[in-house]
């Protein structure tokens, strides 16, 4: 099984090559989507608190890398 290098880690959260997801990759946020959010009602952030499961600190810390490292087009 081929791993994908994380190209930033956090507590929860992690970023690699193909987007954003969950340390034991519970949850999945594909990199093309990591801007959806941007300019409207419903962000990223909304559906991730709502989980209760969420480290939102490390959340936004892995968005914010992912968003930074595939700019808006």
Known sequence: MFLMPNLWTGSQWKVTNKG???IDNRYFIEKS???DDEGGQWTWEDQMDEK???DMADFRRALAFARTKWPKK
């Open 20 to 22: 954003v997801e969950t």
């Open 52 to 54: 209760g499961w969420v």
């Open 33 to 35: 989507r990591v801007h």
